[in-house]
């Protein structure tokens, strides 16, 4: 497939031959193909080889949530979730054609894993963590009622 920005070619034969190239990526999922892409737009010979089809791993099973990595507070990997959530506001300035805010309803019951206290000091942490402009609205919080 021929791209305007540099070409991209499914061209085995210059796998087998004696073509030298700056750089080999393996495998073809989403850190992959963004890698080549990556060494591409900077002008290195770049070859990435794929077991069985783009994205055929794990990154066609992701949910492709630009999210900010709510789960590792449960770790208190409090670095990684500012990293991703600086990471989605970026996203969301760069591509605002494929970033959009998506609400979600958490529905806490009786004796769930995650009882209300946690979920909410979470969430407090969460935002703070997210300070500076972002592209979705801080949580809020509905009982039941409410929610109905
Ligand atoms: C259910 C689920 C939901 C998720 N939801 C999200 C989400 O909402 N947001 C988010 O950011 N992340 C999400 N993730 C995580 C995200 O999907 C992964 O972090 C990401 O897809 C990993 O990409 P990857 O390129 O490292 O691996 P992969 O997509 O697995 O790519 C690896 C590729 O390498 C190929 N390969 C392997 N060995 C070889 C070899 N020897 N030679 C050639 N090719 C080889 C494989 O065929 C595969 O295509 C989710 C993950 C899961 C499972």
Known sequence: MESAAFPLR???PALQ???EF???VIGG???G???AY???SRGLRTALV???DWGAGTSSASSKLIHGGLRYLENFEFGLVRHALTERRV???LAPHMVRPINFVLPVWRGARVGMGRLRAGLVLYDTLAWGRQPVQRHKRFNRDRLL
Request: no cysteine.
């Open 38 to 40: 990556d060494a591409a």
């Open 29 to 31: 999922g989403i850190y």
């Open 33 to 35: 193909a963004w890698a």
């Open 91 to 93: 996203l969301a300035r």
């Open 50 to 52: 794929e077991a069985e």
């Open 22 to 24: 700056d750089v080999l």
């Open 10 to 12: 499914r061209d085995i």
């Open 17 to 19: 031959s004696d073509t």
